[in-house]
C-alpha cells in the first residue's frame, strides 16, 4: 500500500510592479490553487507591509523595474523562504548577500528574452523542486 504525503501549501509573495490583468495572464495560472497561495504586495506597498506579508511566504518573485527590491530586511522576514525568482535576467534587486546567509537560492530568467513561455516553465520547474525537497525533509 501506497503511502500518502500530505502537501503543505505554499505561499508565493510576487513583489512585481505587473498590473493585475498581466500577472494573471502570465503567472498565476501556473500555479495550482490547491498547492499554492498567490499573493501580490502591489505597486505602492510599503516596506513594512511586504515584510509582515512576507513572514510565511516559500518563496518570493519579483521583476525588472526595481519598484521592490529584495533587501536584506525583507529576506529576514520572511522565515519559510526556500526560493526568491526574478523575472529578468539579472538578480540586481535582490540582495544576494542576505540570500546567501539563509541558504536561499536566487533563481532569474536567464534568457528572458525568449518571452513568457520560458518564464512560465522555469518558475513552474523551481516550484515543483522546492515542493519535492520540502516533502523529503518532511
Known sequence: EMERV???KMKIMDVSSFDDGLFEGIVADIFDPDRFDVVRSGKGADEEKIREMMKDASIVM???????????????AAHNLKLIYCYTIGVDDVDLEAARERDVPVANAVEAHRGVDHHCGFISNQVNLVCSLRVEQE
Open 62 to 76: 519579483t521583476d525588472p523595474f526595481h519598484f521592490q527590491p529584495v533587501i536584506r530586511r525583507i529576506i529576514e
Open 6 to 8: 500530505a502537501l503543505v
